[in-house]
């Protein structure tokens, strides 16, 4: 094709003029991949860190302290919800565990194993000993062994209510990622919890519930509340609202970095094409007095510009998986580190902008050259 000949002659008559916007084009769709992808790695490592081991919607008693009862019907509607990832009914009890002089309340949270690991994955998060919680066992956290001098296979000594006195056994260490859960938060069977309450077998604290995306979970509880009458349902989203705020914050910061670097590319790319067509007024001029049309001649300028955006995107997103290959890689020694995962989708999306960005800076250009007369250009020289 006549028009991308032309093109590709133009560009490579200007070597340095060319290196320079696809490099403009590459750092931009760089800081857009790189950008986007901090923002959201950070968001799913946050929400990980804050609500990744907590219910994101919870079933309660409409009165306080009252037992839920988690009937064949309420469990219809729960697991029958696509959206629903995990559901755990729980019984939470408060005790004051004794060792010498020491005497430090707990936080014990009953239910069976299976359960508790989908939403606190006790199995993968036991650092000493074993996840187990058979009958006489119970599971602590690492800040609360550290402090206590608390080991796999001690016996802990347990006041509930009542004075009733009970001993059990440390199975296992778990260490759930927040300083507060390790030390204040333990975990036993179903069976210890039901009898300290004195709750019927389908009794229990909350059910709590993970839904696959969390900021459903507003949505979900709605369509809960109007089905599971007598019961208290809340979500995530009403009981964090400083940390949803602190989320949209960061995703509005995001969009706003994206938008001022794609209207950086967009002015350089525009620019350049426009200074190459007052370059090449002449050459064009008596291309047009030879009988290019009009349509070939905008088409010179738009084959530049796709044959820049072309090398630019391609070079930027490569640039920008290096700089999250790198960032991940200095900051791996870090305990605040977080892995930045680059999403296949906004890679693509990044890649695509930056095509549609180089394609509509040319119109600058081609409408230039629409309006060019070939005669008055050839007799002006």
Partial sequence: MLPLKIAARFLR?????SGLIIAGIAVGIAVQVFVGSLITSLQASLI????GSSPHVSLRALK????VTFSSAVARVVRGDSRVTAVVPERDISALFSKGTDKVPLSITGGDLADLNTIYRLRQRTVEGEPSLRPGEIM??????RKYGVKRGDPANLVLGGNDVRTLTVSGIFDLGSAA??????FTGPELPRQALGYRPDQYSLVAVQVADPFTSTAVATAWRARLSGIKVTDWQVDNKDLLAALNSQSASSYMIQVF???????????????????KTRQIGILKALGMADGSTAAIFLWQASILGVAGTALGVGLGLALIAGFTFGTASSPSAFPIVAQPVFVGISAAVGMLVALLSSIIPTRKTA????IE???NG
């Fill in 13 to 17: 008559t200007s070597p340095v003029q």
């Fill in 48 to 51: 990980e860190r804050t609500i």
């Fill in 64 to 67: 306080d302290g009252d037992p």
């Fill in 140 to 145: 602590v956290g690492v800040d609360f062994a």
């Fill in 181 to 186: 859960a390790n030390e204040r938060t333990a």
């Fill in 261 to 279: 670097v794609l209207v950086a590319v967009a002015l350089g790319i525009a620019s350049t094409l426009a200074i190459s067509a007052v370059q």
């Fill in 371 to 374: 309006r060019l007369d070939p």
């Fill in 377 to 379: 250009v050839i007799q």
